[in-house]
């Protein structure tokens, strides 16, 4: 059954916390709403379960209004950031816990939570406590509670957020395989991390201030965003974004970036806006007028990464570079600026071109 959202709205304290919000979700995909801290995805889902009472809208599923159902009646599975299991029960426990509390049988719920437990990786440690797992294994366990219920709606809020980086990594290349098994099921997927975002999400519902302000499949929300909040959200680090014009057809960023305007801006007319580029498009070195040099503010070991934050006159711009170097603060570099693959956005921050157009 199709979820759907009619202007929903939750407002307190004199702010809008979600602001009309209208969507339609089908079963069998992963949607992922992206957004910064406070953005609204946990209130949205929050909302969606029951546990926040709309200010304003509707909610159906299928053809009952969800949102004048009792929250125990909804039917709907939601997995948080922290590893939320029964301390005192088995992992087997656990996951039986709601089938029971549900009325199936103890066999056919001993059977059932044993093939979820087989699905999540966890069958040998069925007799453990939550306490002898590691994190990751909690959260399995957190997960295929959830699952095992086969419910029409599954809200899982950052749930790899506690873990750490190669976990994450782990997990979210078995949640994919996992949650494709789903076909029945709404299953919404929240995070912060664009990379978490782009790899899970069949639809990605970016969020920003309360309000879906992009939607659609994740590579064209990557490669057009809307406008400059969508760009820096799906990028990781955000896009940097840099003050210029178009004048004379040549693109002039501050006093010493001036170069001919890229084959994909061309149809711009003449005038002043932000130019956006990728941490991972911007050249450390280089010399003519796309470049200009700066000093080092900050350097970032990521991974297998390095993120290099340099103040220019311009302003500040992030590289992503390929494996650990250490760079110190204040250090002397120049950056470079590729010019086909910059991204163009008018000074009210919508979008005018992007590479590849």
Sequence with gaps: MNLNLRDVS????????????????????????????????????????????????????????????????????????????????????????????????????????????EKVGLTEYKDRKPAQLSGGQQQRVAIARALVRNTQVILLDEPLMNLDYKLREQLREEFRVLFKGTRDSVTIYATTEPSEALFLGDELLVMHEGRIIQHGKPNHVFEQPSNIDVAQIVNDPPMSILDGEIKDGSVQIGKTLNFAVPAHIKTQSAGKYKFGIRASEVILGGSGSNSEQGEVSLSEVSGSETLLYVKLIIGEIVLQLEGIHDYQIGQKVTVSIAPERIFLFKMDGSLCAAPGN
């Design 10 to 117: 939750v407002e307190g304290d004199n702010e809008v916390i979600l602001g009309n919000i209208s969507y339609e979700f089908q079963p069998g995909k992963i949607y992922v709403l992206i957004g910064r801290t406070t953005s609204g995805k946990t209130s949205l889902m929050r909302t969606i379960a029951g546990l926040i009472e709309p200010t304003d809208g509707e909610i159906h599923l299928g053809d009952v209004r969800l949102d004048e159902v009792p929250i125990w009646k909804r039917g709907i599975a939601m997995v948080y950031q922290q590893f939320i299991n029964y301390p005192h029960h088995s992992v087997l426990k656990n996951v039986e816990f709601p089938l029971l509390r549900a009325g199936v049988s103890k066999a056919d719920a001993k059977a059932q939570a044993l093939a979820m437990l």
